[in-house]
C-alpha cells in the first residue's frame, strides 16, 4: 500500500504512515486500509473522497469521485470521470470527457 498524499479540509499529508493512520482515526474513511494501490493522490472535500491520481490494485471502492489513474478493484458506487477501468462495475456514473 503506497499512498502519496492526501489532502483534507484541515490537513495535508504526505507520508504513507501518517496517511494510514488518519485512515485508523477517522472510522468513515477505514474502508481505505483494505485497498492495495500504489501512488495514490487523494482529496476529502464535503465528505467525499476524490480520486485525483494512482493505481487501486485490489479491494472495494466503496464511494467517491474517480478524476484519473488506473482501477483493478470491485468498484460498488460512485461517480468515474477518467481513467483506465479494468475492475468489477457494480454501480454507479461514468462521465466521458470530451477531448
Do not use: C, P
Not at 27 to 32: A, D, G, M
Not at 49 to 73: A, C, H, P, R, V
Amino acid at each position: 500500500m503506497n499512498w502519496s498524499s492526501l489532502n483534507t479540509e484541515s490537513d495535508i499529508l504526505t507520508h504513507n504512515n501518517e496517511i494510514i493512520n488518519w485512515f485508523k482515526e477517522n472510522k468513515k474513511w477505514n474502508w481505505l486500509l483494505d485497498a492495495q494501490v500504489e501512488d495514490a493522490v487523494i482529496e476529502i472535500k464535503n465528505n467525499t473522497l476524490i480520486w485525483k491520481s494512482g493505481t487501486w490494485y485490489s479491494g472495494d471502492f466503496l464511494y467517491g469521485i474517480w478524476e484519473t489513474g488506473t482501477f483493478w478493484g470491485r468498484w460498488i458506487n460512485g461517480l468515474w470521470i477518467n481513467g483506465k477501468f479494468n475492475g468489477e462495475w457494480l454501480t454507479g456514473i461514468k462521465i466521458t470527457k470530451k477531448k
